[in-house]
């Protein structure tokens, strides 16, 4: 048996899940499994990734370092990445737990680095895509051909995009479709039964050596093309708009109503955007079933005890959220705000909650701290395991734990955009530099429609929280200190 000081580790990893899916306040979305983990761990309320977009987000995850530390500002497969590889001389908090005698499986999507794979940072890969372009790889290739359905020309993404609208299309289109396959011939399926391969080989080989298994669902990352059931499952018909669906704009960054434009959505009418939405939560809901098989698997082999489990999502989607589609320069929840579920048994209560604001790449630190290995200096991330072990109860949170959490963006294949966020629980102050800030009263106005970044009742608010952005940039050496007016450069000065 594994020893209860260094449990297994079941990490999975979702790709443009947005918080409210499995929130109890959100939409009425089927997760059981999802809501069983919350029911059976611990449930984050403020969990944030550091930046909305993949390869980004997901080098943070790690390194256990902010964007603008490790280097990968943008994507990798893109021509002008900004550094398509992630450099060798950073820690990462999978090479330490392999050194440290875990056994590292991984399966599903990579995108950190161009030409790296998982293989070069300590994981055995198992299959599902190891290289972005390759959507597709051979080993999900052969599993279709296995069952007598090979991928057809339609499936692949290129041609997932054509097409006017998105909507309901056994040929795929822009947004959202259905697909005719079974769900046993898609990705989500292969990812998960992959998975469970993984789950079955450990626990025939001595389980003295603790396993790490990493599993990164492609979805609910656009196209949102589904089989069915699901692809019926959510009437459009029934889906209420969201609140920021009213948003006009009006006083906000230029570029944010630009992006419209640019993602092919200024046109989108509602009938079209439930669509949409009704394809993404059937998407949401297909990986949710794909994370009970997982879990069975764990139960069968009696691991589930001895194993912690953890759901998150590398960043979120705005599907339909202030008319919006996919992310981008828009520092808003819908993409910021992540779903984070941790169940660890005898560590973490039962249906507990915790509100503590909590980065993504805080889990590199997590999961090294749950295998007792150090963590090494040049990480960013702090442990989580403190919050696990405190019952939801406020009282049981480090005073010198954060209440505000801290994100950027630089851009993505429409050009480079500097930006800078700090959001506490009440507030949230975004830097834009080529255009006007904003600051938001989550608490008046949840679906930050309004920016008060030039309201005088806020002015204390704004000083605040400038002068907060300021000193995180300077404690993790954002090179991007040029903007920071002399007053509030001089009040941060040792």
């Given at each position: 048996?594994?020893?209860?000081?260094?449990?297994?580790?079941?990490?999975?990893?979702?790709?443009?899940?947005?918080?409210?899916?499995s929130?109890?306040?959100?939409?009425?979305?089927?997760?059981?499994?999802?809501?069983?983990?919350?029911?059976?761990?611990?449930?984050?309320?403020?969990?944030?990734?550091?930046?909305?977009?993949?390869?980004?987000?997901r080098?943070?995850?790690?390194?256990?370092?902010?964007?603008?530390?490790?280097?990968?500002?943008?994507?990798?497969?893109?021509?002008?990445?900004?550094q398509?590889?992630?450099?060798?001389?950073?820690?990462?908090?999978?090479?330490?737990?392999?050194?440290?005698?875990?056994?590292?499986?991984?399966?599903?999507?990579?995108?950190?680095?161009?030409d790296?794979?998982p293989?070069?940072?300590?994981?055995?890969?198992?299959?599902?895509?190891?290289?972005?372009?390759?959507?597709?790889?051979?080993?999900?290739?052969?599993?279709?051909?296995?069952?007598?359905?090979?991928?057809?020309?339609?499936?692949?993404?290129?041609?997932?995009?054509?097409?006017?609208?998105?909507r309901?299309?056994?040929?795929?289109?822009?947004?959202?479709a259905?697909?005719?396959?079974?769900?046993?011939?898609?990705?989500?399926?292969?990812?998960?039964?992959?998975?469970?391969?993984?789950?079955?080989?450990?626990a025939?080989?001595?389980?003295?050596?603790?396993?790490?298994?990493?599993?990164?669902?492609?979805?609910?990352?656009?196209?949102?093309?589904?089989?069915?059931?699901y692809?019926?499952?959510?009437d459009?018909?029934?889906?209420?708009?969201?609140?920021?669906?009213?948003?006009?704009?009006?006083?906000?960054?230029?570029?944010?109503e630009?992006?419209?434009?640019?993602?092919?959505?200024?046109?989108?009418?509602?009938?079209?955007?439930?669509?949409?939405?009704?394809?993404?939560?059937?998407?949401?809901?297909?990986?949710?079933?794909?994370?009970?098989?997982v879990?069975?698997?764990?139960?069968?082999?009696?691991?589930?005890?001895?194993?912690?489990?953890?759901?998150?999502?590398?960043?979120?989607?705005?599907?339909?959220?202030?008319?919006?589609?996919?992310?981008?320069?828009?520092?808003?929840?819908?993409?910021?705000?992540?779903?984070?579920q941790?169940?660890?048994p005898?560590?973490?209560?039962?249906?507990?909650?915790?509100d503590?604001p909590v980065?993504?790449h805080?889990?590199?630190?997590?999961?090294?701290?749950?295998?007792?290995?150090a963590?090494?200096?040049?990480?960013?991330?702090?442990?989580?395991?403190?919050l696990?072990?405190?019952?939801?109860?406020?009282?049981?949170?480090?005073a010198?734990?954060?209440?505000?959490?801290?994100?950027?963006?630089?851009?993505?294949?429409?050009?480079?955009?500097?930006?800078?966020?700090?959001?506490?629980?009440?507030?949230?102050?975004?830097?834009?530099g080529?255009?006007?800030?904003?600051?938001?009263?989550?608490?008046?106005?949840?679906?930050?429609?309004?920016?008060?970044?030039?309201?005088?009742?806020?002015?204390?608010?704004?000083?605040?929280?400038?002068?907060?952005?300021?000193g995180?940039?300077?404690?993790?050496?954002d090179?991007?200190?040029g903007?920071?007016?002399d007053?509030?450069?001089?009040a941060?000065?040792?």
């Amino acid at each position: 048996m594994v020893d209860a000081d260094r449990p297994n580790v079941l990490f999975v990893l979702t790709d443009q899940e947005r918080y409210d899916c499995s929130a109890p306040e959100g939409p009425p979305i089927e997760t059981p499994t999802m809501d069983r983990l919350s029911s059976e761990g611990m449930r984050f309320t403020h969990a944030f990734t550091p930046i909305s977009i993949c390869t980004s987000a997901r080098a943070s995850l790690l390194t256990g370092r902010y964007p603008h530390s490790h280097g990968m500002l943008n994507n990798s497969h893109e021509a002008d990445s900004i550094q398509p590889n992630l450099p060798a001389e950073h820690p990462t908090f999978s090479e330490q737990l392999a050194e440290h005698g875990y056994d590292l499986s991984y399966v599903g999507k990579w995108h950190v680095g161009r030409d790296q794979t998982p293989e070069e940072f300590g994981f055995s890969y198992l299959g599902g895509s190891d290289t972005h372009h390759d959507d597709i790889d051979d080993a999900f290739r052969e599993y279709r051909r296995e069952r007598g359905e090979p991928i057809k020309a339609v499936e692949l993404e290129d041609e997932i995009y054509t097409g006017a609208n998105p909507r309901d299309s056994t040929e795929g289109t822009f947004v959202a479709a259905k697909t005719p396959i079974d769900v046993e011939e898609t990705r989500a399926w292969f990812l998960a039964e992959k998975t469970i391969e993984a789950i079955d080989a450990h626990a025939e080989r001595d389980r003295d050596e603790p396993f790490f298994h990493r599993a990164d669902f492609y979805g609910p990352h656009h196209p949102y093309v589904v089989p069915e059931p699901y692809a019926s499952m959510y009437d459009p018909d029934e889906i209420e708009r969201p609140e920021s669906y009213a948003e006009t704009y009006d006083g906000k960054p230029r570029a944010q109503e630009n992006y419209l434009s640019y993602r092919g959505v200024a046109g989108f009418d509602w009938d079209i955007w439930a669509e949409a939405i009704a394809k993404y939560w059937g998407f949401v809901t297909m990986l949710d079933d794909q994370l009970e098989r997982v879990l069975e698997a764990l139960e069968r082999h009696g691991l589930a005890e001895e194993t912690v489990v953890v759901h998150a999502s590398d960043h979120g989607d705005f599907a339909g959220g202030h008319r919006q589609f996919n992310k981008g320069p828009l520092m808003y929840d819908d993409t910021y705000r992540i779903p984070l579920q941790v169940r660890w048994p005898g560590v973490t209560d039962p249906g507990t909650v915790c509100d503590a604001p909590v980065h993504l790449h805080d889990l590199a630190a997590t999961f090294l701290e749950i295998g007792d290995v150090a963590v090494p200096d040049a990480f960013d991330a702090r442990s989580i395991v403190p919050l696990l072990e405190s019952g939801g109860d406020p009282e049981g949170v480090p005073a010198t734990w954060p209440n505000a959490v801290f994100a950027q963006y630089h851009g993505d294949e429409f050009g480079l955009y500097t930006q800078r966020m700090v959001r506490t629980a009440r507030h949230k102050y975004v830097y834009n530099g080529p255009d006007i800030d904003e600051l938001y009263d989550l608490e008046a106005d949840p679906a930050e429609l309004q920016n008060l970044i030039d309201h005088p009742g806020y002015t204390d608010v704004r000083w605040e929280l400038r002068e907060r952005l300021i000193g995180w940039m300077k404690k993790t050496d954002d090179p991007n200190q040029g903007w920071v007016p002399d007053v509030l450069r001089a009040a941060n000065e040792d």
